[in-house]
């Protein structure tokens, strides 16, 4: 029988998580400067905020950050999975890091501690064997004929299609959930709800995160292809915005497992908790200054306190990947890779 919480660790993980690793490092572009992040590319605003956990929680959810109430200084960085349009249909991220959070955390030890989520409630791949499999199809349609033949196509289109053909085609539910993802056309990065889709520890419990925002604002009209940032920008230069930070516990292991993030957990059976809220308030995130900062900072679901620890296959990929790339990165555009100090962040917004 499946236990709360419970992970289930193939034989082989290991092997394929080393393959995933070289297969992310090779799919890298490395012909511009600075190389730009693998995933999530083009970020909207270094934005400063306040992670203010509530008072008055239930003794279930009182694990970690959550234990007593408290108020973290927080910076996020919204941003773009692939597209450098906003314009175009994409996945969007919301990446979070809290400063001042005492402890050792499991990635290193600091005093950050990293959220990372999407605006979408699950992910494509099933474990490290899927996501081997789909950028296996990644690395053969880069090296294909067909991209370089479709010279009346977008790069990205013509390399998805090849995907499709060699791939996607065979797997209609990872096809599914990635025409989800990437058919987002949010108006403004503080209008969207934003998914961990992979589980995470909550002390003795599995749970997944999300954050979702207390009102939409409206939208700035705007054709340009950095609408997204200009839509954080205008509100924020006069208005306070913010999220309430949920929590939803896995209550019944069969139908919300922790191997298999490509499944939703019914919010009937297990309904959302709040348990705190994030504060953004006026100020001008895309300043040359923060948009560099935000440039170079890495972000890491493992980068965390252990009450808080990342579960299941995908997670477990994540660490050795998402290091990796932070690593590569950092060293071809010769910047040294460290957390920031709070201090630091504050400087940026002084001058």
Request: with cysteine; hydrophobic share 40%.
């Amino acid at each position: 029988m499946i236990q709360p919480g419970m992970e289930s660790v193939p034989s082989d993980e290991e092997a394929l998580i080393e393959r995933l690793v070289t297969q992310n490092l090779k799919l890298l572009d490395e012909s511009t400067r600075p190389i730009m992040r693998g995933q999530h590319p083009k970020h909207h605003g270094c934005v400063r905020a306040e992670f203010v956990v509530e008072d008055g929680l239930d003794g279930q959810l009182r694990h970690g950050l959550f234990a007593e109430p408290a108020t973290f200084p927080a910076l996020i960085r919204f941003s773009n999975g692939a597209s450098m349009d906003d314009r175009k249909g994409d996945a969007h991220g919301m990446a979070i890091k809290l400063f001042d959070v005492p402890g050792d955390k499991l990635l290193a030890q600091g005093n950050t501690h990293d959220f990372v989520l999407i605006d979408h409630p699950v992910f494509f791949a099933r474990d490290a064997a899927g996501y081997v499999e789909l950028f296996d199809a990644l690395l053969k349609a880069k090296q294909s004929v067909l991209p370089k033949l479709a010279f009346f196509l977008p790069r990205f289109i013509a390399e998805m299609g090849h995907v499709y053909l060699t791939h996607l085609h065979n797997h209609p539910d990872e096809l599914a959930i990635m025409r989800a993802m990437i058919s987002k056309h949010p108006d403004s990065p503080l209008a969207s709800r934003y998914w961990s889709t992979t589980p995470y520890r909550l002390g003795p419990h599995a749970v997944k995160w999300c954050a979702q925002p207390h009102a939409a604002p409206a939208p700035s009209p705007s054709d340009s292809a950095d609408k997204l940032r200009i839509a954080l920008a205008n509100h924020l230069a006069t208005s306070e915005a913010s999220f309430d930070f949920m929590v939803q516990l896995q209550t019944e292991p069969e139908s919300m497992p922790i191997e298999d993030p490509r499944r939703e957990w019914d919010a009937q059976r297990s309904p959302w908790r709040k348990v705190a809220t994030l504060k953004l308030p006026v100020q001008k995130p895309d300043t040359p200054e923060l948009m560099t900062f935000c440039e170079h900072l890495a972000f890491n679901p493992w980068r965390c306190l252990p009450e808080h620890r990342p579960l299941g296959g995908v997670n477990r990929a994540r660490k050795a990947i998402y290091d990796a790339l932070s690593r590569r990165r950092h060293e071809l555009n010769g910047v040294a890779q460290a957390e920031p100090d709070l201090s630091e962040f504050q400087q940026l917004w002084a001058s």
